[in-house]
Protein backbone atom coordinates (compact mmCIF):
# COMPACT_ATOMS: atom_id res chain seq x y z
CA UNK A 1 0.00 0.00 0.00
CA UNK A 2 1.37 3.75 -0.75
CA UNK A 3 1.40 6.05 1.68
CA UNK A 4 -1.48 8.16 1.89
CA UNK A 5 -1.62 11.63 2.64
CA UNK A 6 -4.50 14.05 4.43
CA UNK A 7 -5.20 17.68 4.64
CA UNK A 8 -3.26 16.96 8.20
CA UNK A 9 -1.63 13.55 8.14
CA UNK A 10 0.80 11.25 6.58
CA UNK A 11 -0.01 7.59 7.14
CA UNK A 12 2.95 5.90 6.78
CA UNK A 13 3.18 2.14 5.61
CA UNK A 14 5.74 0.07 8.00
CA UNK A 15 7.59 -2.58 6.68
CA UNK A 16 7.85 -6.36 8.28
CA UNK A 17 11.23 -4.79 9.98
CA UNK A 18 10.07 -2.31 11.10
CA UNK A 19 6.90 -4.28 12.65
CA UNK A 20 8.93 -6.45 13.84
CA UNK A 21 10.84 -4.02 16.09
CA UNK A 22 7.02 -2.19 17.28
CA UNK A 23 5.91 -5.35 18.48
CA UNK A 24 9.28 -6.03 20.34
CA UNK A 25 8.43 -2.81 22.05
CA UNK A 26 11.46 -1.00 20.41
CA UNK A 27 10.48 2.32 18.17
CA UNK A 28 11.37 2.10 14.08
CA UNK A 29 14.18 4.88 13.45
CA UNK A 30 12.93 7.29 11.20
CA UNK A 31 10.00 9.02 12.95
CA UNK A 32 9.58 11.55 15.67
CA UNK A 33 7.25 10.08 18.39
CA UNK A 34 4.49 11.92 20.06
CA UNK A 35 3.87 11.29 24.01
CA UNK A 36 2.16 8.30 24.47
CA UNK A 37 3.15 6.50 21.95
CA UNK A 38 3.38 3.42 21.58
CA UNK A 39 0.16 2.70 23.25
CA UNK A 40 -1.16 -0.38 25.20
CA UNK A 41 -2.50 -1.98 22.01
CA UNK A 42 -0.05 -1.22 19.85
CA UNK A 43 1.95 -4.60 19.70
CA UNK A 44 -0.73 -6.06 19.78
CA UNK A 45 -2.37 -4.55 16.64
CA UNK A 46 1.44 -5.06 14.67
CA UNK A 47 1.23 -8.68 15.47
CA UNK A 48 -2.31 -9.24 13.34
CA UNK A 49 0.54 -7.59 10.62
CA UNK A 50 2.98 -9.43 11.35
CA UNK A 51 0.97 -12.90 11.25
CA UNK A 52 -0.65 -12.43 7.84
CA UNK A 53 2.36 -10.48 6.56
CA UNK A 54 0.42 -9.09 3.63
CA UNK A 55 2.35 -5.64 3.58
CA UNK A 56 -0.09 -3.86 1.13
CA UNK A 57 -3.27 -4.92 4.15
CA UNK A 58 -0.09 -3.76 7.21
CA UNK A 59 0.28 -1.97 9.84
CA UNK A 60 0.73 2.23 9.62
CA UNK A 61 1.91 5.06 11.83
CA UNK A 62 -0.21 8.50 11.62
CA UNK A 63 2.26 11.14 11.24
CA UNK A 64 0.78 14.42 11.80
CA UNK A 65 2.06 16.84 9.15
CA UNK A 66 2.42 19.57 11.45
CA UNK A 67 5.21 18.23 13.39
CA UNK A 68 6.01 15.53 11.97
CA UNK A 69 5.36 13.40 15.20
CA UNK A 70 3.04 9.90 15.37
CA UNK A 71 -0.12 10.70 17.14
CA UNK A 72 -1.39 7.26 16.40
CA UNK A 73 -1.95 3.91 14.17
CA UNK A 74 -4.06 2.73 11.70
CA UNK A 75 -3.80 -0.90 10.02
CA UNK A 76 -5.87 -3.83 8.86
CA UNK A 77 -6.53 -6.78 11.01
CA UNK A 78 -5.81 -9.09 7.28
CA UNK A 79 -5.83 -9.18 3.95
CA UNK A 80 -9.65 -9.56 2.06
CA UNK A 81 -11.68 -11.90 2.56
CA UNK A 82 -15.07 -12.46 1.21
CA UNK A 83 -14.84 -8.80 0.10
CA UNK A 84 -14.66 -7.31 3.03
CA UNK A 85 -11.22 -6.10 5.27
CA UNK A 86 -11.56 -4.95 8.90
CA UNK A 87 -9.81 -2.11 10.15
CA UNK A 88 -8.29 -0.88 13.82
CA UNK A 89 -7.09 2.35 14.74
CA UNK A 90 -6.07 4.48 17.93
CA UNK A 91 -4.81 7.85 18.59
CA UNK A 92 -2.38 9.22 21.41
CA UNK A 93 -4.25 10.67 24.42
CA UNK A 94 -2.49 14.19 23.81
CA UNK A 95 -4.21 14.04 19.76
CA UNK A 96 -7.54 12.79 20.43
CA UNK A 97 -10.90 14.68 19.62
CA UNK A 98 -9.24 16.43 17.12
CA UNK A 99 -10.29 14.49 13.86
CA UNK A 100 -7.36 12.53 13.51
CA UNK A 101 -8.69 9.05 13.44
CA UNK A 102 -11.62 10.70 11.10
CA UNK A 103 -9.18 11.30 8.54
CA UNK A 104 -7.04 8.05 8.68
CA UNK A 105 -10.25 6.06 8.40
CA UNK A 106 -11.21 7.80 5.30
CA UNK A 107 -7.65 7.46 3.82
CA UNK A 108 -7.59 3.64 4.48
CA UNK A 109 -11.12 3.04 3.71
CA UNK A 110 -10.86 4.83 -0.01
CA UNK A 111 -8.12 2.87 -0.52
CA UNK A 112 -9.15 -0.24 0.57
CA UNK A 113 -12.53 0.31 -1.27
CA UNK A 114 -10.69 0.95 -4.67
CA UNK A 115 -8.80 -1.94 -4.31
CA UNK A 116 -10.54 -4.88 -6.79
CA UNK A 117 -12.27 -7.24 -4.39
CA UNK A 118 -13.12 -5.01 -1.58
CA UNK A 119 -16.72 -4.14 -1.43
CA UNK A 120 -16.62 -3.37 2.27
CA UNK A 121 -14.95 -2.13 5.53
CA UNK A 122 -15.20 -3.15 8.60
CA UNK A 123 -14.53 -1.91 12.23
CA UNK A 124 -15.56 -2.70 15.77
CA UNK A 125 -15.20 -0.72 18.73
CA UNK A 126 -16.07 -1.10 22.58
CA UNK A 127 -19.45 -0.08 23.67
CA UNK A 128 -18.78 3.11 25.66
CA UNK A 129 -16.03 4.51 23.01
CA UNK A 130 -18.12 7.63 21.86
CA UNK A 131 -15.41 9.39 20.37
CA UNK A 132 -14.29 6.16 18.48
CA UNK A 133 -18.60 5.81 17.18
CA UNK A 134 -18.17 9.38 16.54
CA UNK A 135 -14.96 9.11 14.16
CA UNK A 136 -16.57 6.18 12.43
CA UNK A 137 -19.89 7.63 11.70
CA UNK A 138 -18.10 10.69 10.75
CA UNK A 139 -15.99 8.14 7.89
CA UNK A 140 -19.63 7.29 6.26
CA UNK A 141 -19.52 4.17 8.94
CA UNK A 142 -23.23 2.87 9.23
CA UNK A 143 -23.77 0.49 12.51
CA UNK A 144 -24.81 -2.51 12.00
CA UNK A 145 -26.09 -5.36 14.83
CA UNK A 146 -23.83 -5.16 17.68
CA UNK A 147 -22.33 -8.17 19.74
CA UNK A 148 -22.27 -8.36 23.55
CA UNK A 149 -19.29 -6.55 24.13
CA UNK A 150 -18.35 -4.45 20.81
CA UNK A 151 -20.61 -1.82 18.63
CA UNK A 152 -19.72 -3.36 14.98
CA UNK A 153 -19.54 -0.90 11.79
CA UNK A 154 -19.08 -1.44 8.01
CA UNK A 155 -18.33 1.31 5.00
CA UNK A 156 -20.11 -0.37 2.17
CA UNK A 157 -18.23 0.65 -1.25
CA UNK A 158 -21.49 -0.50 -3.28
CA UNK A 159 -23.93 1.52 -1.66
CA UNK A 160 -26.19 3.93 -3.37
CA UNK A 161 -25.74 6.13 -0.76
CA UNK A 162 -22.07 6.41 -0.20
CA UNK A 163 -19.27 7.52 -2.11
CA UNK A 164 -16.01 6.12 -1.05
CA UNK A 165 -14.01 8.38 1.53
CA UNK A 166 -11.57 11.07 0.66
CA UNK A 167 -7.69 10.22 0.49
CA UNK A 168 -6.38 13.51 -0.22
Not at 41 to 68: A, I, N, P, S, W
Amino acid sequence: MPDLETARLSIRALSGEQGALLAEGELPDGFAYGEGYPMPDTQDGVKLFLRHGVREYGFHLMVRREDGRVVGEIGFVGPPRAGAVTIGYAVVPAARRQGFATEAIEALTGWAIAQPGVQEVRAQTLPDNEPSIRALLRARFIEIEPLEKVRRFVYRGDSATSSPPSSS
